[in-house]
């Protein structure tokens, strides 16, 4: 059984940030690609990026391209996902996902993982 554990959400200001965090075990981090998903109340889960196993490669979604940053830590096991000018639109409950494929081709749609996080809230208030 693949686990997952988030941290890092909580409120902040407009044009702040926040810093989210996704550990897993040694063998999913180097074996799988994660993702980044969000989900506002009432709407579908919405891609936000993706990460290559062991780190390698990046895929954003338009709407936070430029301004949110994925990367990996292999020592740790861990994704992270760098918000940065943070608007209101952001605010939603944030996932990480272990895609099932070892490629990150397609890496955009939530069918396509497996296991998640148990969410973290991200409140980003005007």
């Known amino acids: 059984q693949v686990q997952l554990e988030e941290s890092g959400g909580g409120l902040v200001q407009a044009g702040g940030s926040l810093t989210l965090s996704c550990a897993t075990s040694?063998?999913?981090?180097?074996?799988?690609?994660m993702g980044w998903f969000r989900q506002a109340s009432g709407l579908e889960r919405e891609f936000v990026g993706a990460i290559s196993a062991r780190g390698g490669t990046t895929y954003y979604a338009d709407s936070v391209k430029g301004r949110f940053t994925i990367s990996g830590d292999n020592a740790k096991n861990t994704v992270y996902l760098q918000m940065n000018g943070l608007k209101p639109e952001d605010t939603a409950v944030y996932y990480c996902g272990v895609k099932r494929s070892p490629l990150l081709v397609n890496s955009h749609r939530p069918d396509n993982y497996d296991y998640w996080g148990q969410g973290t809230q991200v409140t980003v208030s005007s």
């Open positions: 040694e063998r999913t981090f180097s074996l799988h690609p």
